[in-house]
Protein backbone atom coordinates (compact mmCIF):
# COMPACT_ATOMS: atom_id res chain seq x y z
CA UNK A 1 0.00 0.00 0.00
CA UNK A 2 0.98 3.47 -0.73
CA UNK A 3 1.48 5.95 1.93
CA UNK A 4 0.85 8.83 -0.44
CA UNK A 5 -1.38 8.96 -2.94
CA UNK A 6 -1.02 10.89 -5.90
CA UNK A 7 -3.91 11.92 -8.53
CA UNK A 8 -4.53 11.76 -11.32
CA UNK A 9 -1.10 9.49 -12.07
CA UNK A 10 -1.68 10.41 -15.56
CA UNK A 11 -3.08 13.75 -17.08
CA UNK A 12 -3.17 15.17 -20.35
CA UNK A 13 -4.47 18.75 -21.43
CA UNK A 14 -4.18 21.52 -23.78
CA UNK A 15 -2.00 24.50 -23.17
CA UNK A 16 -4.31 27.04 -21.58
CA UNK A 17 -6.17 24.90 -18.94
CA UNK A 18 -6.39 25.15 -15.47
CA UNK A 19 -4.86 21.74 -13.27
CA UNK A 20 -4.90 20.47 -9.94
CA UNK A 21 -3.14 17.38 -9.01
CA UNK A 22 -3.53 16.18 -5.26
CA UNK A 23 -1.42 14.70 -2.57
CA UNK A 24 -3.54 11.99 -0.11
CA UNK A 25 -2.35 10.46 3.00
CA UNK A 26 -3.48 9.34 6.17
CA UNK A 27 -0.66 10.28 8.09
CA UNK A 28 0.34 13.52 9.51
CA UNK A 29 3.36 15.32 7.89
CA UNK A 30 5.76 17.71 9.96
CA UNK A 31 6.38 19.20 5.72
CA UNK A 32 6.10 18.41 2.66
CA UNK A 33 7.26 18.82 -0.63
CA UNK A 34 6.54 18.78 -4.19
CA UNK A 35 9.02 18.00 -6.91
CA UNK A 36 9.08 18.24 -10.49
CA UNK A 37 10.94 15.31 -12.74
CA UNK A 38 12.11 15.41 -16.43
CA UNK A 39 13.17 12.22 -18.34
CA UNK A 40 16.46 11.40 -18.04
CA UNK A 41 17.13 13.87 -15.02
CA UNK A 42 16.54 13.76 -11.16
CA UNK A 43 14.04 15.30 -8.72
CA UNK A 44 14.00 19.18 -8.40
CA UNK A 45 12.69 20.56 -5.38
CA UNK A 46 10.02 22.94 -5.96
CA UNK A 47 8.62 24.02 -2.57
CA UNK A 48 8.53 23.01 0.89
CA UNK A 49 5.29 23.42 2.66
CA UNK A 50 5.31 22.90 6.71
CA UNK A 51 2.20 24.81 8.04
CA UNK A 52 -1.60 23.12 8.10
CA UNK A 53 -3.18 25.48 5.77
CA UNK A 54 -0.24 27.07 3.86
CA UNK A 55 -0.34 28.55 0.66
CA UNK A 56 2.84 28.67 -1.86
CA UNK A 57 2.99 30.24 -5.01
CA UNK A 58 5.08 30.01 -7.28
CA UNK A 59 4.62 32.20 -10.80
CA UNK A 60 1.47 29.99 -12.29
CA UNK A 61 2.00 26.96 -9.56
CA UNK A 62 -0.30 27.46 -6.11
CA UNK A 63 1.03 24.90 -3.73
CA UNK A 64 -1.12 24.25 -0.48
CA UNK A 65 -0.79 22.26 2.42
CA UNK A 66 -4.14 20.73 4.54
CA UNK A 67 -5.43 22.30 7.18
CA UNK A 68 -4.39 18.43 8.90
CA UNK A 69 -0.99 18.25 7.67
CA UNK A 70 -2.30 14.92 5.45
CA UNK A 71 -2.69 16.14 2.02
CA UNK A 72 -1.49 18.74 -0.15
CA UNK A 73 -2.70 20.24 -3.97
CA UNK A 74 -0.71 21.89 -6.50
CA UNK A 75 -2.84 23.98 -9.26
CA UNK A 76 -1.36 25.07 -12.27
CA UNK A 77 -3.04 27.94 -13.96
CA UNK A 78 -3.04 28.21 -17.65
CA UNK A 79 -0.74 25.24 -18.13
CA UNK A 80 2.13 25.61 -20.84
CA UNK A 81 3.98 23.01 -22.73
CA UNK A 82 7.23 23.56 -20.37
CA UNK A 83 4.76 22.31 -17.65
CA UNK A 84 4.98 19.02 -18.89
CA UNK A 85 6.95 16.52 -16.51
CA UNK A 86 6.65 14.02 -13.67
CA UNK A 87 5.36 15.63 -10.54
CA UNK A 88 6.41 13.58 -7.49
CA UNK A 89 4.73 14.98 -3.71
CA UNK A 90 7.03 13.86 -0.30
CA UNK A 91 5.83 13.72 3.06
CA UNK A 92 8.73 14.23 5.82
CA UNK A 93 7.60 11.69 8.78
CA UNK A 94 10.85 13.09 10.34
CA UNK A 95 14.19 11.26 11.06
CA UNK A 96 15.30 11.02 7.33
CA UNK A 97 11.94 9.56 6.86
CA UNK A 98 11.11 11.23 3.23
CA UNK A 99 7.72 8.73 2.08
CA UNK A 100 7.10 9.73 -2.07
CA UNK A 101 3.95 9.25 -3.83
CA UNK A 102 4.07 7.49 -6.92
CA UNK A 103 3.71 10.34 -9.02
CA UNK A 104 1.71 12.33 -11.43
CA UNK A 105 2.98 12.66 -15.09
CA UNK A 106 1.87 15.57 -16.97
CA UNK A 107 1.46 16.26 -20.29
CA UNK A 108 0.70 19.81 -21.69
CA UNK A 109 -0.18 19.58 -25.42
CA UNK A 110 0.50 23.06 -27.63
CA UNK B 1 22.90 22.64 -10.25
CA UNK B 2 24.16 21.27 -7.29
CA UNK B 3 27.07 19.36 -8.28
CA UNK B 4 26.22 16.26 -8.07
CA UNK B 5 27.91 13.60 -10.24
CA UNK B 6 26.82 10.09 -10.50
CA UNK B 7 28.14 7.38 -11.94
CA UNK B 8 28.28 5.26 -14.30
CA UNK B 9 24.89 6.63 -15.97
CA UNK B 10 24.24 3.50 -17.15
CA UNK B 11 24.90 -0.26 -16.67
CA UNK B 12 24.02 -3.73 -17.54
CA UNK B 13 25.04 -6.76 -16.03
CA UNK B 14 24.00 -10.86 -14.92
CA UNK B 15 22.89 -11.68 -11.23
CA UNK B 16 25.42 -12.63 -8.91
CA UNK B 17 27.54 -9.83 -9.89
CA UNK B 18 29.10 -7.51 -7.35
CA UNK B 19 27.93 -4.09 -8.54
CA UNK B 20 29.58 -0.41 -7.15
CA UNK B 21 27.75 3.08 -8.00
CA UNK B 22 29.16 6.31 -6.40
CA UNK B 23 27.65 9.83 -6.25
CA UNK B 24 30.71 12.26 -6.23
CA UNK B 25 29.30 15.82 -4.58
CA UNK B 26 31.03 18.94 -4.91
CA UNK B 27 28.72 21.47 -2.28
CA UNK B 28 29.87 19.83 0.90
CA UNK B 29 26.85 18.11 2.14
CA UNK B 30 26.59 16.67 5.30
CA UNK B 31 23.83 14.52 4.34
CA UNK B 32 23.59 12.05 1.59
CA UNK B 33 21.24 9.31 0.09
CA UNK B 34 20.82 6.55 -2.23
CA UNK B 35 17.25 5.99 -3.28
CA UNK B 36 15.49 3.96 -6.29
CA UNK B 37 12.91 4.78 -8.23
CA UNK B 38 10.19 1.61 -9.83
CA UNK B 39 7.45 2.29 -11.84
CA UNK B 40 4.03 2.73 -9.72
CA UNK B 41 6.46 3.22 -6.41
CA UNK B 42 8.16 6.47 -6.70
CA UNK B 43 11.20 6.88 -5.11
CA UNK B 44 11.89 4.29 -1.98
CA UNK B 45 14.94 5.30 0.60
CA UNK B 46 17.43 2.71 0.27
CA UNK B 47 20.72 4.47 2.74
CA UNK B 48 21.25 7.51 3.97
CA UNK B 49 24.61 9.10 5.18
CA UNK B 50 24.54 11.95 7.65
CA UNK B 51 28.44 12.09 7.72
CA UNK B 52 31.56 10.61 6.97
CA UNK B 53 31.55 6.94 8.08
CA UNK B 54 27.78 7.55 9.56
CA UNK B 55 25.33 6.09 7.52
CA UNK B 56 21.88 4.02 8.12
CA UNK B 57 19.48 2.03 6.39
CA UNK B 58 16.20 3.84 4.47
CA UNK B 59 13.05 1.35 3.40
CA UNK B 60 14.96 -1.01 1.11
CA UNK B 61 18.07 -1.55 2.09
CA UNK B 62 18.18 -5.50 2.19
CA UNK B 63 20.69 -6.49 -0.75
CA UNK B 64 22.42 -3.51 -0.49
CA UNK B 65 25.66 -1.38 1.70
CA UNK B 66 27.29 1.71 1.42
CA UNK B 67 30.55 3.76 2.36
CA UNK B 68 31.46 7.00 2.67
CA UNK B 69 34.83 7.10 3.41
CA UNK B 70 35.07 11.24 2.38
CA UNK B 71 32.46 13.96 2.44
CA UNK B 72 32.02 14.07 -1.02
CA UNK B 73 31.65 10.07 -1.92
CA UNK B 74 28.68 7.84 -1.03
CA UNK B 75 29.10 4.17 -2.90
CA UNK B 76 26.41 2.21 -3.21
CA UNK B 77 27.01 -1.31 -3.62
CA UNK B 78 24.98 -4.40 -4.64
CA UNK B 79 27.00 -7.54 -3.25
CA UNK B 80 25.09 -9.62 -5.56
CA UNK B 81 23.13 -8.13 -8.14
CA UNK B 82 19.31 -9.76 -8.47
CA UNK B 83 16.85 -9.52 -11.24
CA UNK B 84 15.00 -7.26 -8.59
CA UNK B 85 17.68 -4.93 -8.30
CA UNK B 86 17.22 -3.25 -11.71
CA UNK B 87 15.95 0.28 -11.17
CA UNK B 88 16.97 3.46 -11.88
CA UNK B 89 19.17 4.78 -8.47
CA UNK B 90 19.26 8.58 -7.15
CA UNK B 91 21.86 10.02 -5.28
CA UNK B 92 20.83 13.04 -3.61
CA UNK B 93 22.38 15.72 -0.60
CA UNK B 94 21.14 17.80 1.78
CA UNK B 95 22.75 20.38 4.21
CA UNK B 96 19.88 19.48 7.07
CA UNK B 97 18.51 16.26 7.04
CA UNK B 98 16.09 15.62 3.89
CA UNK B 99 17.30 15.43 0.30
CA UNK B 100 17.74 18.83 -1.52
CA UNK B 101 19.49 18.32 -4.79
CA UNK B 102 19.36 15.20 -6.64
CA UNK B 103 21.84 13.73 -9.24
CA UNK B 104 20.79 12.29 -12.73
CA UNK B 105 20.50 9.14 -11.58
CA UNK B 106 21.96 5.38 -13.07
CA UNK B 107 20.12 3.20 -14.67
CA UNK B 108 21.23 -0.28 -13.86
CA UNK B 109 19.91 -3.49 -16.02
CA UNK B 110 20.55 -6.69 -14.18
CA UNK B 111 20.19 -9.69 -16.77
Known amino acids: TQLLEQSPQFLSIQEGENLTVYCNSS?????LQWYRQEPGEGPVLLVT?????EVKKLKRLTFQFGDARKDSSLHITAAQPGDTGLYLC??????????FGQGTRLTINP | DAGITQSPRHKVTETGTPVTLRCHQT?????MYWYRQDPGHGLRLIHY???????DKGEVSDGYSVSRSKTEDFLLTLESATSSQTSVYFC??????????FGDGTRLSIL
Open chain 1, 27 to 31: SVFSS
Open chain 1, 90 to 99: AGDRGAQKLV
Open chain 1, 49 to 53: VVTGG
Open chain 2, 92 to 101: ATGDSDQPQH
Open chain 2, 49 to 55: SYGVKDT
Open chain 2, 27 to 31: ENHRY
